[in-house]
C-alpha cells in the first residue's frame, strides 16, 4: 500500500511539474507570438517597428530561428533621445519613495512573468534565476528610498547609454546592477542590448513600464554592430555611457566616443581568465566538485584556470579523473570552436601537457568533452588565450606567495576561487590577489550589496552597494561641470605631444639677477631630467624669465613609475594611522615652508602676499583633512547570505597632471587623495605655473613619505602627457589640460584600459579648490573595490 501511495504522490508532482514547465513555454513563445516573432524598438514606453529597416535573425543553441529583431538607425537615435530627455524630466520628478514604489512594485510584477523571463533567456542560449532580479530590486527599491537621506549633495547626471553589444544575459545580474543602479537617482536610461539578451531585455522594458515607469526612463534599441552605441553617445543630452561585453568591442567604443566629452566606463567582463586555487589545507573533494561545476556546468563568460599545491596534485587529479567519468561532451557554439579547441589541445600536448579527459573526443562536430590539461606553463597560450571549448589549464605552486604570483600573472582582475580551510591563509591570499571578486570555498557568487571594481584590465568603473551609484551621480554643490559636449578635434594622434620646446635665449646682462634653476624630484631624489634639458617659466604678464625648470620626458616618467612601483605595495600596507601620520608630519613640513611658499604664488601667479597666504593655509589644512581622512572610510556591508568583506583597496600607480588655477592648493588636495588611499603618484606640475609645485619640493625632501611615493616631473604638458598614456603600469590618470588632451587620453588609455579623470582646463576658472566637497569626489576617485566571500554554514 505504502508502495503505491508513493507512486501515485511521484506521478501526481511528475505531472504537475510537466504542466507548469509546458505552461512556461507557453507563455514565452506566446509573447513571442504576440509580436510575431519580429521584435521592435522599445521607444516612449511602447514598442516601435519602424519601416523600411534591417533586421537580424537570432537563433537558439540548436541552431533554429527564435525571432527577428530591428536595426536601428540615426533616425531612430534621435527620436529615443528626445524620449529619454522627456522621460528624464518626468522620472527624476518624482520623490524618492515613489521612485522606490515603482522599482519594488517590480517585484510582484515578475512574480507573475519570472518564469517567462527565465524561458525566454534559456531559449536564446543564456539562463537567468528570477530570484536574482528580485533580490536585484528589492535591493535597490530600498536604495531608491534612502538616496535623499544617505547620499545628500549629490543629484543625477540625466541621461545613461548602457549597452552590451554580444553579451549573453546570463550576465544580466551585474547589467540588472547597472541599470538599476542608474535608474533609482532619477536617471533616464538607453539600453543596447547584445543580440542573446535582446527578447529579455525588451521584455523586461515592458515589464518596467507596466510596474509604473514614466514612458521615456527606459528605452531600448537593438542594431547589428557597435556603431550604434557611438550614434547614441553622440547626441547631446547623453551623460554617461556604460559598456559591459568584450575587450575589443570596448576599446572600439572608447576610441569612436573619443573628444565627445562624454565619460565612458568599461567592463569586459567576457573571456577574463581567472584563477581556481587549491592549496593543500583545503577540503579536496568539494574542491574538485567547484571546480568542475564552475569550470565545465555552467556558462563559461570566464576562463578558469586551475593552480593546484604541488604537495596535493596527485590526489586532485585523482579525484578529477573520478568525477569526470561519464561527463557527457559540451555543445561548442559552431564547427569553427572545434577547431580552435582541437589546436589549442594538439598545442598543449606539444608542450608536454597531459590530458584529463571525461570520454574520447568525436571526429568531428561542434561538441567536445571535459579536458583538464595538466602540466600548463603560465605562459602557455592555451592559458594566456583560452579556446572557448570545455578546456581548464592546470598549473602548480610550491609555497602560498608562488600561487599569489599565477593568480596574479593574469591581465585580468575580474575575479578568483580560493580553497582551504585556514582563514588566515584565505585572507592573506585575498588582499594580495589583483581582483575584483574574491571567493573562498565558493565560487561564482554574487550580491548587489558589495561594490566591485574593475582591477587591472578588467574595466574602469565600479558596480554594486552604495559605492556603485555615485558613477551615475553628480555633486549638486560642483562648480565645475562635467567634460563639455563638443564635437571630436580632427587631429593625428601619433603628433600628439611631439611640438619642440620653446628655445631658451641666454641673458647674462646682469648675472646676479638670472633666473634661478630648479629640479624635478624622483625616487625621493631632487635631480635634473634625463635630457639635461630646461624649459623657461615665464613671469604672469609673460615679459620675463622666473626660472628654469627641467624639461622632462618618457625617461623621466619611466624612472619615476620604477620607483613607484617599488614603494606602492609597500604605502598601501601600512596601516591607515601611519599614513594620517605621515600626512600630519607633510603639513607641519608645509607649515615650516610657508614663507618660501608664498613668495613663489606670489612671483609666480602675481596674487597679493595676503591671498598666496591664505592659499597656503588651506593647503595646510587640506593636507590635516586628508590625513584625518586615512582611516574614517574602511570596509562595507554585508550580502543577503554568507558573510563577506568589502575592502577599499589603491589603484596602484596614479599619474597627474595639474591645473593652472591655485596651483599649491590644488597639488595638496590631489597628493593627498593619492596617497592617502595608499596609492603612488607622479605628478607633472601646471606648465605655466610650476614654482609653487617646485617649491613644495624641499617639504617632501624633509618629509618621511617613503622614497619615490611621490614624485614631481617637469616640462611640456603634452610630451608628459604622452608619456602618462602609454606606460602599462599606470593604472589611473587624472588630468586637466586641453580638449586635444582629453580625446587624446580617451583614444589612446584603451590598452590596457586606464581609469580617467578629465577636466577640460578652459573651464577650469569655475573649479573652486577650497570645497570641502572635493575631498569625497576625489577619494572616490582614488580607490577600486573588492569584494571578499567566505561562507558560513
Known amino acids: 500500500?505504502?508502495?503505491?501511495?508513493?507512486?501515485?504522490?511521484?506521478?501526481?508532482?511528475?505531472?504537475?511539474?510537466?504542466?507548469?514547465?509546458?505552461?512556461?513555454?507557453?507563455?514565452?513563445?506566446?509573447?513571442?507570438?504576440?509580436?510575431?516573432?519580429?521584435?521592435?524598438?522599445?521607444?516612449?514606453?511602447?514598442?516601435?517597428?519602424?519601416?523600411?529597416?534591417?533586421?537580424?535573425?537570432?537563433?537558439?543553441?540548436?541552431?533554429?530561428?527564435?525571432?527577428?529583431?530591428?536595426?536601428?538607425?540615426?533616425?531612430?537615435?534621435?527620436?529615443?533621445?528626445?524620449?529619454?530627455?522627456?522621460?528624464?524630466?518626468?522620472?527624476?520628478?518624482?520623490?524618492?519613495?515613489?521612485?522606490?514604489?515603482?522599482?519594488?512594485?517590480?517585484?510582484?510584477?515578475?512574480?507573475?512573468?519570472?518564469?517567462?523571463?527565465?524561458?525566454?533567456?534559456?531559449?536564446?542560449?543564456?539562463?537567468?534565476?528570477?530570484?536574482?532580479?528580485?533580490?536585484?530590486?528589492?535591493?535597490?527599491?530600498?536604495?531608491?528610498?534612502?538616496?535623499?537621506?544617505?547620499?545628500?549633495?549629490?543629484?543625477?547626471?540625466?541621461?545613461?547609454?548602457?549597452?552590451?553589444?554580444?553579451?549573453?544575459?546570463?550576465?544580466?545580474?551585474?547589467?540588472?546592477?547597472?541599470?538599476?543602479?542608474?535608474?533609482?537617482?532619477?536617471?533616464?536610461?538607453?539600453?543596447?542590448?547584445?543580440?542573446?539578451?535582446?527578447?529579455?531585455?525588451?521584455?523586461?522594458?515592458?515589464?518596467?513600464?507596466?510596474?509604473?515607469?514614466?514612458?521615456?526612463?527606459?528605452?531600448?534599441?537593438t542594431g547589428s554592430d557597435m556603431s550604434l552605441g557611438a550614434k547614441v553617445a553622440e547626441s547631446p543630452s547623453i551623460s554617461y555611457v556604460a559598456y559591459s561585453g568584450n575587450k575589443q568591442d570596448g576599446v572600439m567604443l572608447c576610441k569612436a566616443t573619443a573628444g565627445m566629452g562624454v565619460p565612458v566606463s568599461v567592463s569586459p567582463c567576457i573571456g577574463a581568465t581567472c584563477p581556481f586555487i587549491i592549496f593543500e589545507s583545503a577540503d579536496i573533494d568539494s574542491a574538485v566538485d567547484g571546480v568542475i561545476e564552475a569550470a565545465f556546468k555552467k556558462k563559461r563568460e570566464v576562463h578558469w584556470v586551475l593552480c593546484v599545491q604541488e604537495s596535493v596534485l596527485e590526489s586532485v587529479v585523482a579525484r578529477l579523473r573520478l568525477r569526470m567519468v561519464g561527463m557527457k561532451c559540451v555543445a561548442l557554439c559552431c564547427d569553427g570552436d572545434r577547431a580552435l579547441v582541437d589546436a589549442a589541445v594538439q598545442e598543449a600536448q606539444q608542450q608536454g601537457a597531459t590530458l584529463v579527459q571525461s570520454c574520447a573526443a568525436p571526429p568531428s562536430g561542434a561538441q567536445y568533452p571535459p579536458t583538464v590539461l595538466c602540466g600548463a606553463a603560465p605562459s602557455s597560450p592555451f592559458v594566456i588565450s583560452p579556446s572557448p571549448g570545455p578546456l581548464l589549464p592546470l598549473m602548480t605552486f610550491r609555497s602560498n606567495t608562488e600561487a599569489v604570483t599565477l593568480g596574479n600573472h593574469s591581465p585580468h582582475g575580474q575575479a578568483a576561487s580560493i580553497w582551504t580551510e585556514d582563514l588566515t591563509l584565505a585572507l592573506e591570499t585575498a588582499k594580495s590577489l589583483s581582483v575584483g571578486s574574491l571567493w573562498?570555498?565558493?565560487?561564482?557568487?554574487?550580491?548587489?550589496?558589495?561594490?566591485?571594481?574593475?582591477?587591472?584590465?578588467?574595466?574602469?568603473?565600479?558596480?554594486?552597494?552604495?559605492?556603485?551609484?555615485?558613477?551615475?551621480?553628480?555633486?549638486?554643490?560642483?562648480?565645475?561641470?562635467?567634460?563639455?559636449?563638443?564635437?571630436?578635434?580632427?587631429?593625428?594622434?601619433?603628433?600628439?605631444?611631439?611640438?619642440?620646446?620653446?628655445?631658451?635665449?641666454?641673458?647674462?646682462?646682469?648675472?646676479?639677477?638670472?633666473?634661478?634653476?630648479?629640479?624635478?624630484?624622483?625616487?625621493?631624489?631632487?635631480?635634473?631630467?634625463?635630457?639635461?634639458?630646461?624649459?623657461a617659466v615665464q613671469s604672469p604678464g609673460g615679459g620675463s624669465v622666473?626660472?628654469?625648470?627641467?624639461?622632462?620626458?618618457?625617461?623621466?616618467?619611466?624612472?619615476?613609475?620604477?620607483?613607484?612601483?617599488?614603494?606602492?605595495?609597500?604605502?598601501?600596507?601600512?596601516?591607515?594611522?601611519?599614513?594620517?601620520?605621515?600626512?600630519?608630519?607633510?603639513?607641519?613640513?608645509?607649515?615650516?615652508?610657508?614663507?618660501?611658499?608664498?613668495?613663489?604664488?606670489?612671483?609666480?601667479?602675481?596674487?597679493?602676499?595676503?591671498?598666496?597666504?591664505?592659499?597656503?593655509?588651506?593647503?595646510?589644512?587640506?593636507?590635516?583633512?586628508?590625513?584625518?581622512?586615512?582611516?574614517?572610510?574602511?570596509?562595507?556591508?554585508?550580502?543577503?547570505?554568507?558573510?563577506?568583506?568589502?575592502?577599499?583597496?589603491?589603484?596602484?600607480?596614479?599619474?597627474?597632471?595639474?591645473?593652472?588655477?591655485?596651483?599649491?592648493?590644488?597639488?595638496?588636495?590631489?597628493?593627498?587623495?593619492?596617497?592617502?588611499?595608499?596609492?603612488?603618484?607622479?605628478m607633472i606640475p601646471s606648465q605655466k605655473n610650476p614654482l609653487p609645485v617646485l617649491t613644495f619640493i624641499q617639504v617632501l625632501q624633509s618629509s618621511d613619505l617613503p622614497a619615490g611615493l611621490v614624485n614631481i616631473v617637469t616640462g611640456l604638458r603634452d610630451q608628459l602627457t604622452v608619456a602618462l598614456a602609454n606606460h602599462s603600469v599606470i593604472k589611473a590618470i587624472w588630468y586637466w589640460g586641453s580638449a586635444e588632451g582629453c580625446q587624446y587620453l580617451q583614444y589612446t588609455c584603451t590598452s590596457p584600459l586606464k581609469i580617467l579623470c578629465l577636466f577640460c582646463q578652459k573651464d577650469e576658472e569655475r573649479r573652486d579648490w577650497t570645497r570641502s566637497s572635493l575631498l569625497e569626489e576625489m577619494w572616490r576617485n582614488a580607490v577600486q573595490w573588492k569584494s571578499v566571500w567566505i561562507p558560513t554554514a
Not at 612601483?565 to 600626512?583: E, N
Request: glycine share 8%; net charge neutral; hydrophobic share 40%.
Open 440 to 535: 573562498v570555498n565558493s565560487h561564482s557568487v554574487s550580491d548587489p550589496c558589495l561594490p566591485v571594481s574593475g582591477h587591472k584590465d578588467s574595466g574602469t568603473c565600479t558596480d554594486g552597494g552604495q559605492e556603485g551609484l555615485y558613477q551615475f551621480l553628480r555633486q549638486s554643490c560642483s562648480s565645475s561641470p562635467p567634460l563639455p559636449r563638443s564635437s571630436p578635434v580632427s587631429m593625428d594622434y601619433s603628433m600628439f605631444g611631439t611640438a619642440a620646446s620653446p628655445a631658451i635665449i641666454p641673458d647674462v646682462s646682469d648675472p646676479a639677477r638670472a633666473p634661478k634653476a630648479y629640479l624635478q624630484f624622483v625616487s625621493g631624489k631632487a635631480c635634473k631630467s634625463v635630457s639635461g634639458c630646461s624649459v
Open 1 to 221: 500500500i505504502y508502495i503505491y501511495i508513493y507512486i501515485y504522490i511521484y506521478n501526481y508532482f511528475l505531472c504537475m511539474l510537466w504542466h507548469i514547465n509546458f505552461y512556461s513555454i507557453l507563455l514565452h513563445q506566446a509573447w513571442l507570438d504576440h509580436h510575431s516573432r519580429s521584435l521592435g524598438l522599445f521607444i516612449d514606453g511602447k514598442f516601435v517597428r519602424p519601416a523600411d529597416r534591417q533586421s537580424r535573425s537570432l537563433s537558439d543553441s540548436k541552431g533554429g530561428t527564435v525571432c527577428s529583431t530591428v536595426c536601428a538607425v540615426e533616425d531612430d537615435v534621435s527620436q529615443c533621445a528626445s524620449s529619454a530627455a522627456n522621460g528624464f524630466k518626468a522620472w527624476s520628478g518624482l520623490t524618492c519613495s515613489q521612485r522606490a514604489k515603482v522599482l519594488l512594485s517590480l517585484v510582484s510584477v515578475l512574480g507573475q512573468h519570472g518564469q517567462c523571463v527565465s524561458e525566454l533567456c534559456e531559449l536564446c542560449g543564456a539562463s537567468c534565476s528570477p530570484s536574482t532580479l528580485v533580490r536585484l530590486l528589492q535591493y535597490y527599491g530600498s536604495w531608491a528610498q534612502l538616496r535623499d537621506t544617505l547620499i545628500t549633495n549629490w543629484t543625477p547626471l540625466g541621461e545613461v547609454n548602457r549597452f552590451d553589444f554580444v553579451f549573453p544575459f546570463f550576465q544580466v545580474w551585474w547589467q540588472g546592477v547597472i541599470t538599476e543602479s542608474c535608474l533609482l537617482p532619477g536617471n533616464s536610461v538607453i539600453i543596447v542590448p547584445g543580440r542573446s539578451s535582446t527578447p529579455a531585455v525588451l521584455l523586461l522594458a515592458q515589464l518596467f513600464m507596466g510596474a509604473g515607469l514614466p514612458a521615456g526612463a527606459l528605452n531600448v534599441l
Open 546 to 682: 622666473l626660472a628654469y625648470c627641467p624639461e622632462g620626458g618618457r625617461k623621466d616618467v619611466r624612472n619615476a613609475v620604477e620607483a613607484a612601483v617599488k614603494v606602492q605595495p609597500g604605502w598601501m600596507k601600512k596601516s591607515p594611522s601611519a599614513r594620517a601620520q605621515s600626512l600630519y608630519s607633510l603639513a607641519k613640513g608645509l607649515e615650516a615652508k610657508r614663507r618660501d611658499i608664498v613668495v613663489s604664488i606670489n612671483v609666480q601667479t602675481g596674487l597679493s602676499m595676503d591671498e598666496a597666504e591664505k592659499e597656503v593655509e588651506l593647503s595646510i589644512a587640506r593636507l590635516s583633512d586628508w590625513a584625518a581622512y586615512c582611516d574614517k572610510v574602511q570596509g562595507g556591508p554585508v550580502p543577503q547570505s554568507g558573510s563577506a568583506l568589502s575592502l577599499p583597496e589603491a589603484l596602484g600607480v596614479v599619474g597627474v597632471v595639474l591645473p593652472d588655477k591655485d596651483p599649491l592648493l590644488s597639488t595638496v588636495t590631489l597628493l593627498g587623495a593619492a596617497i592617502a588611499t595608499g596609492n603612488a603618484v607622479i
